[in-house]
């Protein structure tokens, strides 16, 4: 009961917090997503070395929070960038990884190069796109939009959860997470549905095969997220990335689904104002 007790409670500061986050906008975002992506990558990096592989910790930190800073959509495009500055930063940031590599090789260079550029695109590039999506297609209308996952993402989790508890008997991926069932899964997909469902027709937003089909992405997204991370930690032999949340294990732990789920909402928005 304490557990669980502390767990609601973290539960409850952490998403009040992030809603007042939100709600300012990219002044409280930005430098808390930064923060976020520099504790995440401390938890990727720590059970990296409990496993004695070695990266380039200045740059991921250095770079982590370019990227973070490059995703704001209030820069300037370049026209001769020839992309966004996003893909800039991240093609410097291999570059320069690789460079030192070169300069000054360690024991197992292609490994350190692998697991330090994975990190940059499992961390900071996902969290970037938070960015991205409080803001598409716009300010206000981006704040309903940023509600859609963080909303769509719970309520998958608790229908996952009761739908399992009761009904999980087929295991979705035992190698990787043995307490996920194909029942929670559907549980989950279903409930995300009634969720969004519920919003955008308050909000007058969507038709209800639009709610479901984006109901279907986020809560496979979600999924996906949490699975990923899941398979990351075994690989890795960890059981929590961290301890950083009272309740939770560390950040990683908490935002996993996110990292998948907010990425898949800016897609799905973009293909969708793209086709009208």
Known sequence: ????????LTSVVGFTLLSLIVWIGWPALLPTLVVVSVMCLWEYIRMLDSN???????????????????????WPQVPWLGGSWREVVLTIAVGSVLVLEVIRPGERPLERVVYSVFGLLYIPWLLGYFLMLRYTPDADAGLLYFALPLLATF???????FAGHYFGKRKLAPEVSPGKTVE???GGLA???????IMTQLARIWSPLDAFLYSLLVASASQLGDLSESLIKRALRTKDSGTSLPGHGGFLDRIDSLLFAVPATY???????FQR
């Open 155 to 161: 309520a998958a989790d608790i229908g996952g959860f």
């Open 52 to 74: 004695d592989i070695d990266v380039r910790r200045i740059s991921l930190g250095v770079f982590a929070a370019a990227i973070i800073l490059a995703s704001l959509p209030q």
């Open 1 to 8: 009961m304490e557990t669980l007790s502390t767990r609601v």
């Open 184 to 186: 929670g899964a559907i």
């Open 191 to 197: 409930f995300s549905f009634i969720t969004v469902l």
């Open 267 to 273: 897609l799905f928005l973009n293909i969708s104002m």
